[in-house]
């Protein structure tokens, strides 16, 4: 990756400025620095490489030379921390939606909060974080996507893939990344006006992996008593709307409750 196809972006107005590294600790490292260097706009970041990409939680990312994209995006955004959880899920649908559009036979699902699964198993994850600079606050969505990648250590084999384990293609990662980020710099513009999801509700909703099927709900490893529920959807602030055996609908927030299928992590 080069970055030429990137600054196309910068070009149309969406981007300030692209920064391509060879090898970072974490691309939201770098997002986090530049703010603290006072700059102000809107940067993406990305790199070959990862020396301690992460999770949620401060998990470990694995994030191998040359075979994937490791890249965060930052700008500068009205309002609070309530936000980042709904650029998580801009995030999910911008890199669902242009996987599957560069490939229309790839059917690129979310798994709410933050993940996109290919063949029941996760091909990108999202971290969204943010960063004050006293004045304004910067929100960071941080992703990370299993391009090129051939094999996983032992640990991620059974639930990790990459576009090209899922479709048997190698995939052009630069062209991919563009289509993403495009998407998610429009999505976030028609956030920061309307401070809410509605505009995208029904295309998130339509690749929502577990829509209408039954999900068990835990909290801190502690299940819900009354699982299963089914699942039905976002609403417009980005919960998960869940339904139990009465018909009673309850609205989960990102970050309190993990959702499984019944038979596994999808
Ligand atoms: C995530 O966390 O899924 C967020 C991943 C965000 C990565 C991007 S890369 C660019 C930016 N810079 C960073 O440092 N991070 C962001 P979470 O839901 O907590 O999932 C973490 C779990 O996913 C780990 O505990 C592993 O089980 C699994 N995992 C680790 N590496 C993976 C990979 N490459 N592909 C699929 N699963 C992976």
């Not at 490292?29 to 700059?39: I, N, Q, S």
């Not at 293609?169 to 429009?186: F, P, T």
């Not at 339904?243 to 499984?260: A, C, F, K, M």
Request: aromatic share 6%; with cysteine; net charge neutral.
């Amino acid at each position: 990756m080069n970055g030429k196809e990137l600054e196309t972006l910068v070009s149309e107005g969406l981007l300030d400025r692209v920064i391509c590294r060879e090898q970072v600790t974490s691309t939201n490292d770098v997002a986090k620095e530049l703010v603290r260097e006072g700059f102000n706009g809107t940067a993406l970041i990305i790199s070959e490489i990862q020396t301690a990409g992460r999770g949620r939680m401060g998990r470990h990312w694995e994030s191998p030379a040359g075979t994937g994209i490791w890249m965060s995006l930052v700008y500068r955004a009205a309002g609070t921390v309530e936000k980042l959880s709904s650029v998580t899920l801009l995030s999910a649908l911008a890199i669902a939606e242009a996987v599957n559009q560069k490939d229309p036979g790839t059917e690129a699902r979310i798994k709410w909060p933050n993940d996109v699964i290919l063949n029941r198993r996760k091909v990108s994850g999202i971290l969204t974080e943010m960063i004050s600079d006293g004045k304004s606050n910067y929100i960071i969505p941080g992703i990370g996507i299993n391009v090129n990648t051939e094999s996983f250590p032992p640990e991620l084999a059974e639930k990790a893939t990459s576009l090209y384990l899922a479709t048997g293609r190698k995939w052009e990662r630069e062209s991919l990344a563009v289509s993403i980020v495009r998407r998610l710099v429009i999505y976030t513009w028609e956030f920061e006006k309307i401070g809410e999801l509605g505009f995208v509700q029904k295309s998130y909703n339509h690749l929502l992996i577990n829509r209408d099927q039954k999900v068990n709900l835990t909290t801190e490893n502690i299940s819900f008593p009354d699982n299963p529920y089914t699942v039905r959807g976002i609403d417009q602030n980005g919960c998960l709307l869940v339904e139990d055996r009465t018909g009673h609908i309850h609205s989960i927030s990102t970050g309190e409750v993990s959702v499984r299928g019944l038979l596994g992590y999808v």
